[in-house]
């Protein structure tokens, strides 16, 4: 398969992927303001114990998401990472604003419905007011508000297995609780005996820091931010796709008690970043100057992406 081949209809289809994979648990679709259990329940560590769920999701995945996981699987090397780093992390693509980034996001065009789905900016806008709803900080809401503008790297013509999906380390076994882990015996890395063993290059327990997770949105985006939030919210930025690890419970051994201890931040977010989407658009122009206040109060005028 063409390694630019784009499978996805577009970005938003692996995160619909998602709920079929964790079905959210309120079952009715619908929260209510002020109504968390979904948050709790996840946050205690209930959320990913369907293994058998799990299983049959792989078979019943529509062909377009497998052949995305084919391509990440295949592609997501630690030489893959390492350049993706050195090409990215100087941060000199481009200077622009928060809202600039939101509004640079929203020009990603893809092939969805302009009549039924709704806007990046509206999305985000939708788990920002959620978290609002039930109460949360204010670093939290706006955690919910930016938490994908790292997408932006399809703009800088980054093909879409190195943008989004689920996010897992490299440079040490692959865990089979990673989705589709089938597809990573077509990673050159599997065979590399730097690699192969449990822990890998990293030394066991020696904290997520020191691993190098697989290129994405999230990794980008943390390190846009990292000066200027507080380390809960840079965790649910770096680790919200990490599904393996904070539904699945995986990858125990790389992590340290600070991860442990965070990661009920990336579990509490991960409701609000998954069942908040409904087809009801927020007022954008009406919002903009409470999340416009917000931004200011944590970000610089300009950040370098
Ligand atoms: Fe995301
Ligand atoms: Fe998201």
Not at 6 to 19: A, F, N, S, T, Y
Not at 58 to 81: C, E, I, M, W
Not at 246 to 257: P, T
Request: contains cysteine; aromatic residues 14%; hydrophobic residues 35%.
């Amino acid at each position: 398969m063409n390694k630019d081949a784009r499978p996805l209809r577009d970005l938003d289809e692996w995160e619909e992927d998602l709920l079929r994979r964790y079905p959210d648990p309120s079952a009715a679709g619908d929260r209510q303001a002020g109504e968390a259990p979904v948050a709790e329940a996840i946050a205690a560590g209930g959320g990913g114990k369907q293994t058998g769920a799990f299983r049959d999701y792989g078979d019943s995945a529509p062909a377009r998401v497998r052949d995305f996981y084919r391509l990440n699987h295949r592609y997501q090397t630690v030489d893959f990472v390492r350049q993706q780093r050195r090409k990215y992390l100087a941060l000199e693509q481009r200077r622009m604003s928060v809202w600039e980034a939101l509004e640079f996001l929203n020009t990603l065009v893809d092939e969805s419905d302009p009549d039924t789905e709704l806007s990046q900016i509206e999305h985000l806008l939708q788990t920002a007011e959620a978290i609002r709803a039930d109460g949360h900080p204010r670093w939290f809401i706006l955690t919910g508000l930016i938490h994908d503008l790292g997408k932006i790297l399809c703009l800088f013509g980054e093909p879409q297995w190195a943008v989004v999906g689920d996010t897992f380390p490299v440079g040490c076994a692959f865990s089979d609780r990673v989705v589709f882990a089938e597809f990573f015996r077509e990673n050159p890395d599997w065979n590399d005996s730097r690699y192969r063993s449990e822990c890998g290059i990293y030394s066991p327990a020696g904290g997520l820091d020191q691993v190098l997770m697989s290129w994405g949105h999230d990794e980008y985006l943390y390190h846009v931010v990292r000066d200027h939030l507080p380390d809960e919210a840079l965790y649910m930025i770096r680790y919200h796709s990490f599904y393996a690890a904070h539904r699945e419970g995986a990858y125990r051994h790389l992590m340290d008690e600070r991860d442990e201890r965070l990661f009920r931040w990336v579990r509490a977010f991960n409701p609000y970043d998954l069942y908040t989407k409904s087809h009801r658009a927020p007022d954008v122009a009406g919002l903009r100057p409470y999340y416009q206040e917000l931004i200011d109060e944590f970000f610089p005028q300009e950040l370098c992406w």
